[in-house]
C-alpha cells in the first residue's frame, strides 16, 4: 500500500509541483491549500507524513505543527516544514514546534524527495 502524504501549500503552483513530484514517487497524495482544514483532513486521511508550507493565509504553519503535536490522535505523524523563511533561527523556531524535517525554498526536487523518504 502506498505511504499517504498531507501536502498543505497555499500556493498553487508549489501545491501542485510537489503533488505530482511524490504521486510521481509512488505516494498517495491529499493537496490542501487551506490551512485550517488540517486537523480535520489529517484524521480522515490518516498520512504518513504531513509537508507544512509555514507562511500560510488564515492560520500559521507553526501553529498547525503546534496543534498538530498537541493532539494524541496525530502527534505521531512526522511533519516536513518547507518555507521561504530561511533566516537565522527559523529553523531552530520551527523544529523547536515539533517539525522532524525543514526544507527552505526554493526546494529543489532531490533534498525534497530525500527528506520525504527519511520521514515516512
Known amino acids: 500500500m502506498a505511504k ?4 498543505v501549500e497555499d500556493n498553487d503552483l508549489n501545491r ?3 503533488c505530482d513530484v511524490l504521486k510521481a514517487g509512488g505516494f498517495a497524495v491529499e493537496p490542501l491549500a487551506d490551512g485550517r482544514d488540517v486537523l480535520v483532513r489529517a484524521r480522515e486521511f490518516v498520512p504518513n507524513l504531513i509537508i507544512m508550507d509555514i507562511q500560510l493565509p488564515n492560520i500559521s504553519g507553526l501553529e ?3 496543534a498538530l503535536k498537541g493532539d494524541p490522535e ?6 516536513l516544514a518547507v518555507t521561504a523563511y530561511a533566516g537565522k533561527g527559523d529553523e531552530e523556531r520551527i523544529r523547536e514546534a515539533g517539525a522532524e524535517g525543514y526544507l527552505a525554498k526554493p526546494v529543489s526536487i532531490g533534498p525534497f524527495m ?3 523518504k527519511a520521514l515516512v
Request: net charge positive; glycine share 0%; hydrophobic share 75%.
Open 64 to 66: 498547525l505543527i503546534e
Open 74 to 79: 496525530l502527534r505521531m505523524i512526522p511533519v
Open 4 to 7: 499517504r502524504i498531507l501536502v
Open 16 to 18: 501542485k509541483l510537489f
Open 114 to 116: 530525500m527528506a520525504v
